[in-house]
T-cell receptor
Framework: SAVISQKPSRDICQRGTSLTIQCQVDSQVTMMFWYRQQPGQSLTLIAT?????????ESGFVIDKFPISRPNLTFSTLTVSNMSPEDSSIYLC???????????FGPGTRLTVT | AQTVTQSQPEMSVQEAETVTLSCTYD???????LFWYKQPPSRQMILVIR??????QNATENRFSVNFQKAAKSFSLKISDSQLGDTAMYFC??????????????FGKGTLLTVNP
């Protein structure tokens, strides 16, 4: 498996501001993903972070709201822009290690928007 | 589109007993993968067990095993000798066969398992 860290682990933000979440992996991975988990709910895929190119977004998620970067094989960021209380969720990074097919998840970032 | 259904929102079991969590899925694919993830209150998602659809043998990881019924599209998780640390939300997940966007996971809504002392 891979060791995945996320920063920050939690934050409380004001409406209208933006927050950037970092995901760092200790080894090179094939794929990186960003998920959202609203309170008491299952996980919803936001986008696939592609190295050196624009992320691939799922239906209902747009780049202006959730810009994503992946400059190399071990690091990615997700920005939650112009936040509203509806963005209060846990945001999780996941990765697929090289030569593997299963996904591993980071510890998550708990975001509260007031 | 693929869907994953977990029909048991909550379950409880006594410590040291056995419990089975249900999962069914819908797909027209022949090649795919199935997973069970555990999310304790601390929220870290942990991969519990995985199953390749082309394998007939059920996967086993220590106290965790699955009953994979491909024709019935059923993938249940059995936890033997339940421990207090098994208390968590359990998610069933599906992934299409290898390649590109097929790495995406589709999750069920989860089953909250409580292990009672």
């Amino acid at each position: 498996s891979a060791v995945i860290s996320q920063k920050p682990s939690r934050d409380i933000c004001q409406r209208g501001t933006s927050l950037t979440i970092q995901c760092q992996v200790d080894s090179q991975v094939t794929m990186m993903f960003w998920y959202r988990q609203q309170p008491g709910q299952s996980l919803t895929l936001i986008a696939t972070a592609n190295q050196g190119s624009e992320a691939t977004y799922e239906s209902g998620f747009v780049i202006d709201k959730f810009p994503i970067s992946r400059p190399n094989l071990t690091f990615s960021t997700l920005t939650v822009s112009n936040m509203s209380p509806e963005d209060s969720s846990i945001y999780l990074c996941s990765v697929v290690p090289l030569a593997r097919y299963e996904q591993y998840f980071g510890p998550g970032t708990r975001l509260t928007v007031t | 589109a693929q869907t994953v259904t977990q029909s048991q929102p909550e379950m409880s079991v006594q410590e040291a007993e056995t419990v089975t969590l249900s999962c069914t899925y819908d797909t027209s694919e022949n090649n795919y993968y199935l997973f069970w993830y555990k999310q304790p209150p601390s929220r870290q998602m942990i991969l519990v067990i995985r199953q390749e659809a082309y394998k007939q043998q059920n996967a086993t990881e220590n106290r965790f095993s699955v009953n994979f019924q491909k024709a019935a599209k059923s993938f249940s998780l059995k936890i033997s000798d339940s421990q207090l640390g098994d208390t968590a939300m359990y998610f069933c997940a599906y992934r299409r066969g290898s390649g590109g966007s097929n790495y995406k996971l589709t999750f069920g809504k989860g089953t909250l398992l409580t292990v009672n002392p």
